[in-house]
Nanobody
Framework: QVQLVESGGGLVQAGGSLRLSCVTS????????MGWFRQAPGKEREFVAS????????DYAASVKGRFTISRDNAKNTVYLQMNSLKSEDTAIYYC????????????????WGQGTQDTVSS
């Protein structure tokens, strides 16, 4: 069974930083775009960031561009999300996901999801 396990979430003050990690088991991410999504209380899940299968292309939601950075380490089957200058509106459960198709520049419909990690930014 494929598993994606996120870590690194927690409580941080506004203006602070967090680094999320997502490691996969029983699945090699080498050929797949990866992404991060988030869901705030009472809101729908939304796209945050995507990285292409080879790491050469990234894409961000307008709300996080310039503050968040997505990266990947294929040797470790891990994708990261560095979050800087955090704001209270970044409070959400953050999910990582694997693209449903191979060799894409941007994540499309995910094939697998992690269980999520809670990030809370206090103002």
């Amino acid at each position: 069974q494929v598993q994606l396990v996120e870590s690194g979430g927690g409580l941080v003050q506004a203006g602070g930083s967090l680094r999320l990690s997502c490691v996969t088991s029983r699945f090699t991410i080498t050929a797949y775009a990866m992404g991060w999504f988030r869901q705030a209380p009472g809101k729908e899940r939304e796209f945050v960031a995507s990285i292409s299968w080879n790491g050469g292309s990234t894409d961000y939601a307008a709300s996080v561009k310039g503050r968040f950075t997505i990266s990947r380490d294929n040797a470790k089957n891990t994708v990261y999300l560095q979050m800087n200058s955090l704001k209270s509106e970044d409070t959400a459960i953050y999910y990582c996901a694997v693209d449903g198709g191979a060799f894409r520049q941007r994540i499309g419909v995910p094939g697998y999801w992690g269980q999520g990690t809670q990030d809370t930014v206090s103002s």
